[in-house]
């Protein structure tokens, strides 16, 4: 089985940050990387599918990066609205799939 | 608008049973492939189970092997998730997700969920 794992777990920033989250796969995946966000009470939400490509309605300030294993999302100028947890997500097993454990982003 | 919409979910014992529908409108369901993701309380997103758009593909994580049976009636527009053997660490919220025409690109439509609790 593919393994996913994110780092940092948890992260303060504050409005205006650039903010980077990495994800690792256990072993190589293509592109083959998903990024959601979700906020406290709420279903998650595609932001970025094929490691780098922006989900329709996404705001141009995230972006993704990667490929083979190591993967980033990066977020240039954090706004008050994107305060919530990042999941990613292989899908080079598809149907299978494997989420990392999230990335909490909290107000510094 | 695109909408899917759980419901199902509960309170059952240990060992006991439950069936989850999902209700989609707004797309050609049978067009597209769907899922259910799961997360425990305080816990992250783990994958249950898939089935392709016809209904005669399905998949399951290790945890639902055995125990859970996804399928979809394509003339309701609906997806199931009958769960058999319930177990404390089941609990959870369900969530049903729309897959990507391309499979490998995602999940871009969820439900808001249903909680399910096994607890004796």
């Known amino acids: 089985d593919i393994q996913m794992t994110q780092s940092p777990s948890s992260l303060s920033a504050s409005v205006g940050d650039r903010v980077t989250i990495t994800c690792r796969a256990s072993?190589?995946?293509?592109?083959?990387l998903n990024w959601y966000q979700q906020k406290p009470g709420k279903a998650p939400k595609l932001l970025i599918y094929a490691a780098s490509t922006l989900q329709s309605g996404v705001p141009s300030r995230f972006s993704g990066s990667g490929s083979g294993t190591d993967f980033t999302l990066t977020i240039s100028s954090l706004q008050p609205e994107d305060f919530a947890t990042y999941y990613c997500?292989?899908?080079?097993?598809?149907?299978?799939?494997?989420f990392g454990q999230g990335t909490k982003l909290e107000i510094k | 608008e695109v909408q899917l919409l759980e419901s199902g979910g509960g309170l059952v014992q240990p060992g006991g049973s439950l069936r989850l529908s999902c209700a989609a409108s707004g797309f050609t369901f049978s067009s597209y492939a769907m899922s259910w993701v799961r997360q425990a309380p305080g816990k992250g997103l783990e994958w249950v189970s898939g089935?392709?758009?016809?209904?005669?593909?399905?998949h399951y994580a290790d945890s639902a092997k055995g125990r859970f049976t996804i399928s979809r009636d394509n003339s309701k527009n609906t997806l199931y998730l009958q769960m058999n053997s319930l177990r404390v660490e089941d609990t959870a919220v369900y969530y049903c997700a729309k897959e990507r025409s391309l499979r490998n690109y995602g999940m871009d439509v969820w439900g808001q969920g249903t909680t399910v609790t096994v607890s004796s």
């Open positions: 089935i392709s758009g016809s209904g005669r593909t399905t």
């Open positions: 997500q292989q899908s080079y097993t598809t149907p299978l799939y494997t």
């Open positions: 072993q190589t995946i293509s592109t083959f």
